[in-house]
């Protein structure tokens, strides 16, 4: 409760924040409970719109009226839905510390030229185009930055076209 109330600046905002948690957290859970269906994500998508509440506490005018409730249960459901996503996005993805990133590839050309990337290279490949990775999430992910990561791809996408080339497909 503490960090929410450190978000907040006035005695009569923190008291509106103090009635809104004791009046909402239940029904904020099991909203968020309904979209995620587990325990620990539900809390966290809590925690998120709780934190957003606090920031945006002068919004809220008085606690315990309909507005209020369908503020704090919209705040929740995007929170939650922001994280469904999230998760839904990351957990296609299967890492194997030794063999590096496993994706189901379609036979063919374009399989079997990505195969023959140097592992860098298909690892991003896959991570952004088959994955949905962004050039920032990458980044943080490799270790490199931005432009790293942008230099990173310029050169798999010309080795993976030199590669077509051999297989006989221009692009």
Same mark, same amino acid.
């Given at each position: 409760?503490? +960090?929410? =109330?450190? &978000? ?15 009046? *909402? ?16 994500? #539900?809390? @966290? ?6 934190? &957003? ?19 704090? +249960? ?7 839905? @922001?994280?469904?996503? $999230? ?7 299967? =890492? @194997?510390?030794?063999?590096?990133? $496993?994706?189901?590839?379609? @036979?063919? #050309?374009? #399989?079997? #030229? ?12 896959? =991570?952004? *185009? ?15 930055? *931005? $432009? ?14 030199? =590669? ?8």
């Amino acid at each position: 409760m503490l +960090v929410y =109330l450190q &978000a907040i600046g006035s005695g009569p905002e923190k008291s509106k924040f103090e009635r809104i948690f004791a009046l *909402y957290q239940g029904r904020m859970y099991h909203t968020a409970y309904q979209i995620l269906r587990n325990r620990q994500d #539900a809390e @966290d998508a809590v925690h998120q719109a709780l934190l &957003a509440i606090a920031k945006n506490i002068s919004k809220v005018s008085d606690p315990e009226c309909t507005k209020t409730l369908s503020y704090i +249960v919209t705040i929740t459901e995007n929170k939650a839905i @922001d994280m469904y996503r $999230s998760r839904r996005r990351r957990s296609a993805l299967p =890492l @194997d510390e030794t063999m590096g990133i $496993s994706c189901p590839m379609p @036979d063919g #050309a374009v #399989a079997r #030229a990505i195969v023959g990337l140097p592992a860098r290279y298909r690892q991003l490949i896959l =991570l952004k *185009y088959a994955e949905g990775y962004t050039n920032d999430e990458l980044a943080a992910m490799l270790g490199l930055s *931005y $432009s790293g990561v942008c230099s990173l791809d310029q050169r798999a996408k010309q080795k993976l076209q030199e =590669l077509l080339k051999e297989e006989g497909i221009d692009i």
